[in-house]
């Protein structure tokens, strides 16, 4: 997210728009994604080796989490 910080305000700046609201969806979107890798909470590796326990496959460091219960 940090990285596009810049980027955001340009264009927020550039097409005449208030930044904050090109920013929160942006950190919102931040927040979601790094909820759905597997290394984004601690709880989710704990889940995909209670996927893998049940049968499931093993999820990859950038897997989704539904993708752990294929």
Same mark, same amino acid.
């Given at each position: /997210? +940090? @990285? $596009?910080?810049?980027?955001?305000?340009?264009? @927020?700046?550039?097409?005449?728009?208030?930044? #904050?609201?090109?920013? /929160?969806?942006? @950190?919102? %979107? %931040?927040? %979601?994604? #790094?909820? $759905? !890798? $597997? !290394?984004? !909470?601690?709880?989710?590796?704990?889940?995909?080796? @209670?996927?893998v326990d049940?049968?499931?496959?093993?999820?990859?460091? $950038? #897997? !989704?989490?539904? #993708? +752990?219960?294929?």
């Amino acid at each position: /997210m +940090a @990285a $596009l910080l810049p980027v955001v305000v340009v264009v @927020a700046v550039r097409a005449n728009m208030v930044p #904050s609201k090109l920013l /929160m969806p942006l @950190a919102f %979107a %931040a927040s %979601a994604g #790094s909820l $759905l !890798t $597997l !290394t984004g !909470t601690p709880v989710n590796p704990i889940v995909s080796s @209670a996927a893998v326990d049940a049968g499931g496959s093993p999820s990859g460091s $950038l #897997s !989704t989490r539904s #993708s +752990a219960f294929r």
